[in-house]
């Protein structure tokens, strides 16, 4: 009998499969090795000798930088020497338990740490024991676990208390100086943010979720934010109070150096936005996302005069009434225009829209319900298009697409997928000559072109139409075959009728 067995297929499987979260899971006390602890000294010789020991923690560190990021953490579990290099080389890191932050050993093990994200670890655990990690809502990054006891357990997510936040954050604030992005849950209280604009001096990106006006008060003390990202509320996961125009206006006068700026599920409306054009003159990319803005607020957009990226994502709608369209302004700088997953309901909120980026020079629409003939010859408004990517717009016919293109003298790239009613053997001469002159063209408008796509090159299309017409061939053959023998025949009957 041998004394050691062959492992199994389930130790075989564990031992290369990369553990997650792990870090929020064990408990790290044990094993981590604080910077007073002396280096590990080799053991004599032996067979069972460590011999990394006789190796720098620079080169170490060199080695374990090329290994992959999902092996990196079985690496770490080796001793508590690997523990700690291989937390010097993590930059990025994402919290789903915030009894971690209380042990304050976060430092210890991410002393490099740049991207830190608290949203997971800010929802508060179901109140029955037994529900914890059976159910999980997931909603794009974050995934929480359901309370199914409660009434509604489906979009009425809570939160840690106040006070718990807002002493996790002011550990952070002292343990993480060097932080670049940041994303949080803010409380009404001033003491949490605050502590983190004293503390990251270098902070750049911050995120904040369940944001709501008073939770901007302490947003001023944030001098070099360039990149800001506030979500009011997120359906099906938690609903908040909103950011409203007076919000925004806090924002406007608090962040004058903000380059990006995305607003998801916010409130507001002309006030606001004409605020942040007017005080964030740095202001270049824009992303409004399922917003929940009153009447008029496009005409707010004219006052960013250095935007140069407009996107609209998951709009139910884009403006109720954009108010007299004589008085709209334009915004100049503008280059990009991109429509994902909305609903363009209204023809009259569109044509603002257009006419507010006339002088747009990209526009990409992506799956946007309602884009018809109608809605799209609005966008010969923009005369200046280089580049138009549709995909999804299963309403558009080629006659709509054909007009507003061919009235473009100066388009380059023209990208089309997905759009059924686009047929090829519609195309008329004048767009043909205008794609053999492109720069870029991808055509691939309905799914018989994405079959034919497909299939190039691979002879499966030929192979089926040569079987099918010798078939054919063969069967032809054969029945004329069958004809001339009747003909023999009748005309052989007819000479002995004849004869006889």
């Not at 991109?338 to 006339?358: G, H, I, T």
Request: proline share 6%.
């Amino acid at each position: 009998m041998h004394r050691h067995r062959l492992r199994r297929w389930p130790n075989l499987w564990f031992a290369v499969k990369p553990l997650k979260h792990v870090v929020l899971k064990m408990p790290p006390g044990d094993q981590t090795l604080t910077p007073e602890d002396p280096p590990p000294q080799p053991r004599p010789g032996g067979a069972s000798a460590d011999v990394t020991t006789l190796l720098s923690d620079e080169l170490i560190l060199r080695i374990l930088a090329a290994v992959p990021d999902a092996h990196r953490l079985p690496a770490s579990l080796v001793c508590k020497r690997w523990l700690r290099l291989v937390g010097r080389l993590c930059h990025s890191l994402t919290i789903s338990d915030w009894s971690f932050l209380d042990r304050r050993r976060l430092r210890l093990r991410y002393p490099c740490l740049t991207d830190l994200d608290l949203v997971p670890a800010s929802f508060a655990s179901p109140s029955s024991p037994a529900t914890g990690g059976s159910v999980l809502l997931t909603r794009g990054r974050v995934s929480v676990a359901v309370d199914t006891p409660a009434d509604s357990p489906v979009g009425e997510c809570h939160f840690l208390e106040p006070c718990v936040i807002d002493r996790g954050l002011e550990i952070i604030a002292h343990d993480c100086p060097g932080l670049r992005k940041l994303s949080l849950v803010p409380t009404a209280s001033e003491a949490g943010l605050m502590a983190i604009a004293g503390g990251c001096d270098t902070l750049q990106e911050l995120e904040l979720h369940r944001c709501s006006d008073l939770a901007l008060r302490p947003i001023s003390g944030f001098n070099n934010l360039q990149i800001l990202r506030l979500v009011g509320s997120v359906e099906g996961l938690y609903r908040g109070p909103g950011v409203t125009d007076f919000g925004l206006t806090i924002l406007a006068h608090g962040c004058k150096r903000l380059v990006k700026l995305e607003l998801g599920g916010c409130e507001g409306g002309y006030d606001g936005v004409s605020a942040i054009g007017r005080c964030c003159t740095m202001l270049e990319e824009l992303t409004i996302s399922d917003h929940r803005m009153d009447a008029g607020w496009i005409a707010g957009l004219s006052f960013c005069r250095n935007l140069k990226t407009l996107r609209l994502q998951s709009c139910r709608r884009i403006d109720v009434d954009p108010g007299p369209l004589d008085h709209l302004g334009t915004c100049p700088t503008i280059e990009t225009l991109q429509m994902r997953r909305c609903q363009l309901r209204d023809k009259r909120s569109l044509q603002a829209l257009y006419m507010v980026c006339e002088a747009v020079r990209d526009v990409v629409f992506e799956n946007c319900w309602g884009m018809d003939n109608d809605k799209f010859s609005l966008l010969s408004i923009c005369r200046r298009v280089k580049f138009l990517s549709l995909e999804g717009c299963s309403l558009l016919t080629t006659e709509g697409f054909e007009s507003v293109v061919l009235s473009w003298p100066d388009l380059l790239r023209l990208v089309v997928v997905s759009c059924n009613n686009i047929k090829d053997d519609e195309v008329s001469p004048a767009l043909s000559s205008l794609f053999s002159v492109l720069k870029e063209l991808k055509w691939r408008p309905d799914t018989k072109s994405v079959l034919a796509v497909t299939l190039a090159g691979t002879g499966i299309r030929k192979k089926g139409g040569r079987f099918f017409k010798r078939r054919i061939l063969q069967g032809r053959r054969q029945l004329k075959i069958v004809e001339e023998g009747i003909v023999a025949e009748s005309s052989r009957a007819t000479m002995l009728q004849f004869m006889v």
